[in-house]
């Protein structure tokens, strides 16, 4: 993630005279090629499949009134009819929170198969059809983020859970089968591999630094924007085009240490990420992921654990190469992204 002491200047560079160049990724712990002559301009990039229209609401059972036809509720903001968000279990769960006792036994999994307990929610982030989050005001994006917060909280009182993901599938390319503007958390019973790599990536950093790769995120060439507590970057190796991560300032392991306050700042650079790739980009579909600790990481951990909130706009499939190789093709350097996306103008 960090970038080197002095990167390449590509500021008299046209894409046709940019060299490829590899660079590995202390985060996510992969090699990424950059290869300019692969794409046309950054500033050319624009979504292939913009996203679909909405449909009638009158269809849909996360409209308010139609609360009777969801799967049942876990908890709504604010506690009445009126309400601006709610949490619900997923219609149709990928884990089950119905195997907790099945997965404490004695001989219910080996190393390779265990129960599928788990807990899959869903956040509905507005009451109308039509709202998107980006529409919605910093406060009530911070109102959205602190309801992962208690959502988190509440299943980590389980004790067999270990890792909790929360993302946003939005637009039917980037996954979302509901157009009413919406995200998601999967609680599991084991540390995923990409959270497992991570963990060893920054790991590594920190042996030979004595640093958070993350904290060093911060370089002038691949900044943003930044809030008082947040700052937004086009990563040094990014593994998607246009991809944006949003890092606290602060050194934080966990994101649901969040504050009341931390998350309204943190809903005001979410929302400006998301209008100006919506700009730019021609709106198109995209997905975010929050990427935290374990649960159960242990003190040693801590110094090189950090969680971010990472932004991917779908503009290109993976292919062949990179299912293979674990390996990313990206036609454009963040750098370029992020002069690009400093210079958007909402106005």
């Not at 309801?147 to 389980?158: F, G, L, T, V």
């Not at 019973?189 to 790599?197: A, E, H, M, N, R």
């Not at 934080?252 to 943190?266: I, W, Y």
């Not at 991917?312 to 062949?320: A, H, N, R, T, Y």
Request: aromatic share 8%; proline share 9%.
């Amino acid at each position: 993630m960090t970038s080197p002491s002095h990167p390449p200047d590509r500021g008299g560079e046209s894409v046709e005279t940019q060299s490829p160049e590899l660079r590995k990724d202390p985060v996510t712990n992969r090699w990424v090629i950059f290869s300019p002559a692969r794409a046309k301009r950054p500033t050319d990039f624009k979504s292939k499949t913009p996203q679909n229209p909405n449909p009638k609401p009158s269809s849909c059972p996360f409209c308010i009134g139609r609360e009777h036809e969801c799967a049942p509720e876990i908890f709504r903001v604010p506690d009445d009819p009126n309400w601006k968000l709610r949490v619900i279990e997923n219609l149709y769960p990928a884990l089950s929170r119905n195997l907790e006792t099945q997965s404490k036994q004695r001989g219910s999994g080996t190393d390779r198969s265990i129960v599928g307990f788990g807990f899959h929610d869903v956040v509905i982030e507005s009451p109308l059809h039509l709202i998107q989050l980006s529409d919605i005001d910093p406060v009530g994006i911070g109102d959205v983020l602190i309801a992962y917060k208690k959502r988190i909280e509440q299943i980590a009182q389980h004790d067999s859970i270990n890792y909790i993901q929360v993302f946003k599938n939005q637009g039917a390319s980037a996954g979302a089968s509901m157009s009413h503007s919406h995200s998601q958390i999967m609680a599991l019973p084991v540390v995923p591999p990409t959270v497992s790599s991570r963990l060893d990536g920054t790991k590594d950093y920190f042996e030979e630094t004595g640093k958070c790769c993350l904290c060093e995120a911060k370089s002038n060439n691949f900044v943003i924007d930044e809030s008082s507590y947040f700052v937004s970057v086009a990563p040094f190796a990014a593994t998607y085009p246009f991809e944006v991560w949003i890092i606290p300032k602060d050194h934080s392991s966990h994101f649901h240490h969040l504050d009341d306050v931390k998350a309204v700042d943190l809903g005001g650079i979410l929302k400006l990420m998301l209008q100006k790739i919506a700009k730019q980009l021609d709106d198109p579909p995209y997905n975010y992921m929050i990427h935290t600790s374990p649960l159960k990481v242990t003190e040693s951990q801590l110094p090189y654990t950090h969680w971010f909130l990472q932004i991917v706009p779908q503009l290109s499939g993976v292919g062949g190469f990179e299912i293979g190789s674990g390996c990313y093709i990206n036609p454009v350097f963040p750098e370029d992204v992020a002069k690009v996306m400093r210079e958007v103008s909402l106005t």
